[in-house]
């Protein structure tokens, strides 16, 4: 009977972050939000009924208190903190090349991600939800291929398996004209742009106080 109550509060621990893991096909949107309270709340009403039953058999019959129910809850509510923090990303690879396509008039769009250990991270983003698709990808010369079948049908045309990097690897022309290019994520333009414009608005203002 002990080891059961142990089994069960495990079981919806995991229940409760799995949707962290970051193995195979996943989505996002409302219905793992609520799959995500249903399970955390199934989680904690458990463990306050297996604690207060502690605490009531500690006080009536001197027993021991039962530690193993509070360090699997501790360890749960850690991993879940931990989880959200990092997100899904994949901690024993690294992203190598990642781009995005926009849809335009359309609330949609779509994040391709390529990593180190030659898997690829295909997102669909909709208005409301999103759903990531997951595969192998070879490369042969500049032209990318992306080991997955079924990709153009999962991601709605979306993305397609054939692509052709341009000379400065800034985007993925498909090989088929039909489809969209995707175009690098410029965040590390952007974050150096910002600090050119701050260290000139920090010149102008010494400047400035200079001429005072």
């Known amino acids: 009977m002990k080891q059961l109550k142990y089994i069960a509060l495990c079981v919806f621990g995991f229940l409760f972050i799995k949707h962290y893991f970051p193995f195979g096909d996943y989505c996002k949107g409302l219905f793992e939000g609520l799959k995500f309270i249903l399970f955390g709340g199934l989680f904690l009403v458990l463990f306050l009924i297996l604690s207060i039953q502690n605490v009531i058999q500690v006080v009536r019959r001197k027993v ?30 690294s992203i190598t090349w990642s781009g995005s396509i926009q849809m335009e008039g359309k609330p949609q769009n779509g994040i391709l991600s390529l990593y180190k250990n030659n898997t690829f991270e295909a997102t669909h983003n909709y208005a409301d939800f ?83």
């Open 64 to 93: 021991k208190i039962d530690f193993k129910i509070y360090l699997i809850f501790i360890f749960f509510i850690i991993s879940q903190l931990f989880l959200e923090k990092i997100g899904n990303k994949k901690l024993w690879t």
């Open 130 to 212: 999103s759903c990531t698709f997951v595969g192998d990808f070879e490369m042969y010369k500049d032209t990318l291929y992306l080991l997955r079948n079924d990709i153009i049908i999962e991601t709605d045309s979306l993305f397609t398996n054939r692509y052709v990097f341009n000379t400065t690897k800034t985007k993925l022309i498909p090989y088929f004209p039909k489809f969209k290019i995707i175009e690098k994520k410029k965040i590390k333009q952007i974050s150096h742009q910002s600090l050119l414009v701050l260290s000139n608005c920090f010149q102008i203002h010494k400047a400035t106080d200079n001429k005072r």
